[in-house]
């Protein structure tokens, strides 16, 4: 059961114009895409992770693109609440319990419409925006879309603790039915 780790509820900061990616740096996070679009872009992308790309990833990434390696998961609101958007566009994901982190301190994401959470709490032009996977210039316009202070602002209004929470209680409460043989 996928539970985030909610760290301290702190003060919203200043987000500025930054793009964030967490996660495992591997082939079917989708990231050599990721990062031929930012090449493209004149925004900041953090990459939060390690993994058997990450010397590769590094190799073809311009200077708009910072790696961070590994950061402690409980060091990880501070980069959620200091980004623009989260930026997910796997391959192929389960779940995507990053882009529900990101949710939770009010940061909206970009999605890959195969990411799982898609169907649960990420809903296009809600929170979020659902991008394909390999389609650079869809990831590109919606990375745009977002530095539109109007879209972002509606998108952000969607994102928030609560919602996190009750979805979270619900889940706890389906298990532990199980559990009890309800």
């Known amino acids: 059961m996928g539970i985030i780790n909610y760290g301290g509820q702190e003060q919203e900061v200043e987000r500025g114009f930054k793009f964030l990616y967490v996660g495992r740096l591997s082939p079917e996070k989708n990231l050599d ?33 910072h790696f961070h390696g590994y950061v402690n998961n409980e060091e990880l609101a501070t980069y959620y609440r200091s980004c623009r958007a989260l930026v997910l566009i796997s391959k192929d994901e389960p779940y995507g319990l990053v882009a529900e982190e990101a949710l939770f301190f009010g940061t909206p994401a970009i999605v890959s419409s195969v990411c799982g959470i898609v169907d649960t709490l990420c809903f296009h032009q809600k929170n979020s925006l659902v991008v394909e996977a390999t389609d650079r210039e869809a990831i590109g316009k919606a990375v745009e879309l977002i530095m539109d202070n109007k879209v972002y602002a509606s998108l952000k209004k969607d994102c928030n603790s609560q919602k996190i929470m009750s979805k979270n209680e619900k889940q706890v409460k389906f298990y532990t039915d199980y559990i009890r043989g309800k």
Do not use: D
């Not at 004149?42 to 693109?65: A, D, F, R, T």
């Open 33 to 65: 895409t990721l990062i031929k679009v930012f090449n493209s872009l004149p925004h900041h992308l953090s990459i939060v992770g390690e993994g058997p790309e990450y010397s590769k990833l590094q190799s073809i990434s311009n200077n708009n693109i």
